[in-house]
């Protein structure tokens, strides 16, 4: 089955630095790739997804970028605020809908 | 904004009890979810459901667990006989459709004693 893995686990920022967090994945079936942040004891909310037919997308001060053949994408988080601290998890998905999650990213911004 | 709701928020349980997690999917969506985290790890996969039946299940969900659409709007994760490593936070999650968003309930937070 489809395993992904993410790194680092635990990243500290001062606010206004960027933030990577990086996601490999096993399956080259995947096809869809969202990221979720889940703040203390909240349910895991969806930042921002990509597709297998598209390289990066972005959001404001969110990106994810996509490289199918290295099987790799990544989160980018731009001009970081305290608010953006929580969990980050990737996760990778291939059309049948269940979502392999990998084990989170610990993001503290400090100000 | 439409949300995912689930009761209760918190279940407290004795080993060998049997445990109704109830979840209200958003009202137009078509797939349903149970996913669990136990604290400080990832989020895990349970089990899907569409068309009234099971769609793909992991190797966590064994005979113990079962899913439910008893009605048009609940959608329920039982598990007859609880163990203490079923302690974790449930997370019910629907989508409209696959490769769609999946939207995340509150969790209900299960202990078992």
């Known amino acids: 089955g489809e395993n992904v893995e993410q790194h680092p686990s635990t990243l500290s920022v001062q606010e206004g630095d960027s933030a990577v967090i990086k996601c490999t994945y096993s399956?080259?079936?995947?096809?869809?790739f969202p990221w979720y942040k889940q703040e203390l004891g909240k349910r895991p909310q969806l930042i921002i997804d990509?597709?297998?037919?598209?390289g990066e997308k972005k959001d404001q001060r969110i990106a994810v970028t996509l490289n199918k053949t290295a099987k790799h994408f990544s989160l980018h988080i731009t001009e970081t605020q305290p608010e953006d601290s929580a969990v980050y998890f990737c996760?990778?998905?291939?059309?049948?809908?269940?979502?392999?999650f990998g084990k989170g990213t610990m993001l503290l911004v400090s100000p | 904004e439409p949300e995912v709701t689930q009761t209760p928020s918190h279940q407290v349980t004795q080993m060998g009890q049997e445990v109704i997690l109830r979840c209200v999917p958003i009202?137009?969506?078509?797939?349903f979810y149970w996913y669990r985290q136990i604290l400080g790890q990832k989020v895990e996969f349970l089990v899907s459901?569409?068309?009234?039946?099971?769609?793909?299940k992991s190797e966590i969900f064994d005979d113990q667990f079962s899913v439910e659409r008893p009605d048009g709007s609940n959608f329920t994760l039982k598990i007859r006989s609880t163990k203490l490593e079923d302690s974790a936070m449930y997370f019910c999650?629907?989508?409209?459709?696959?490769?769609?968003?999946?939207?995340f309930g509150p969790g209900t937070r299960l202990t078992v004693l």
């Open positions: 399956d080259s079936a995947s096809n869809y």
């Open positions: 459901f569409y068309n009234n039946e099971i769609s793909e």
């Open positions: 990509i597709r297998s037919n598209v």
């Open positions: 996760a990778a998905s291939k059309g049948y809908s269940t979502l392999t």
């Open positions: 009202s137009n969506h078509l797939y």
């Open positions: 999650a629907s989508s409209e459709g696959q490769l769609h968003t999946q939207y």
